[in-house]
Structures are given as structure tokens and as C-alpha cells.
């Protein structure tokens, strides 16, 4: 019997631990993280010029992500932010881009 149970908490820590990891993102965090970590730089003349989500489209964003490297490939978006932040500004950038249905200039 306490096997079973055992087995069945289990069960349940796994099916949290894998809808954690299979989420999305959340736009709303990743405004947040947005504008905590990377607007520091990333306002009008900041070291980084002004980002905000419609600096570039859905798929540019994507792939800028996928690829990885930020500061024109001299460093690892994941030296930037841990990697599930930057799920979370990957969200919300690809939700507002450019040509996204609710493009945002704010950040
Ligand atoms: C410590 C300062 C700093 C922080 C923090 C920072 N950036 Fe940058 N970022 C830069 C600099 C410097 C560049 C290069 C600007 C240039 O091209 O002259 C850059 C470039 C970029 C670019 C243009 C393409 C590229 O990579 O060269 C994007 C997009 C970008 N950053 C996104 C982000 C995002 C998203 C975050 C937060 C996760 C972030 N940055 C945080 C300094 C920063």
C-alpha cells in the first residue's frame, strides 16, 4: 500500500515537473524580465540602442532566440538572462513583434 502511494506522488511530481518544462513561456514575466534586465541597455542611447519588441518580426525574433548569441555574437543570451527568463522574453517579444497581432513599443 505505501508503494502505491509512493508510485502515485510519483506520478504526480512528474506530470508537474514536465507541464513546468513543457510550458511556453509567460508573456507577462517576460515583460517583466524585459524590462528589468534588458532595458538597462537597451533604451535610446544606451550601450545597446533601443530594443523593444517591434525591432523586429515573429519569425526574426524566433530565430534571433534559436540562434542564441546576443552583442552581435559575442556573448550567450544565456550569460544574459537563465535560460527560462528568457523562455518568458522570448514570449512576450514574439507576442508583440512588429507583426505580431499587438505590436508594443514599450518594453
Ligand atoms: C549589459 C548591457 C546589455 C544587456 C543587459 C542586454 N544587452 Fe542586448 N545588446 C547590448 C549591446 C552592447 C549590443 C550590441 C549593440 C550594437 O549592435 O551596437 C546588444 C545587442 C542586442 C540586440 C541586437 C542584435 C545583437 O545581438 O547584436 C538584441 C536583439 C538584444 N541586444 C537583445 C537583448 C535582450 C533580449 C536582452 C535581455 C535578455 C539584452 N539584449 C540585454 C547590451 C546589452
Given at each position: 500500500m505505501r508503494g502505491t502511494m509512493k508510485a502515485a506522488a510519483a506520478v504526480v511530481a512528474l506530470t508537474f515537473a514536465s507541464g513546468f518544462a513543457l510550458a511556453q513561456g509567460s508573456a507577462n514575466k517576460g515583460r517583466f524580465h524585459f524590462k528589468k534586465?534588458?532595458?538597462?541597455?537597451?533604451?535610446?542611447?544606451?550601450?545597446?540602442g533601443e530594443i523593444t519588441p517591434?525591432?523586429?518580426?515573429q519569425e526574426q525574433w524566433k530565430r534571433y532566440f534559436a540562434k542564441g548569441v546576443h552583442n552581435k555574437g559575442t556573448q550567450k543570451l544565456t550569460d544574459v538572462l537563465p535560460a527560462e527568463q528568457l523562455q518568458d522574453v522570448q514570449k512576450f517579444l514574439v507576442d508583440h513583434a512588429?507583426?505580431?497581432?499587438q505590436p508594443e513599443t514599450c518594453g
Open positions: 534586465s534588458c532595458k538597462s541597455c537597451h533604451v535610446k542611447g544606451a550601450e545597446g517591434l525591432s523586429k518580426t512588429a507583426d505580431s497581432p
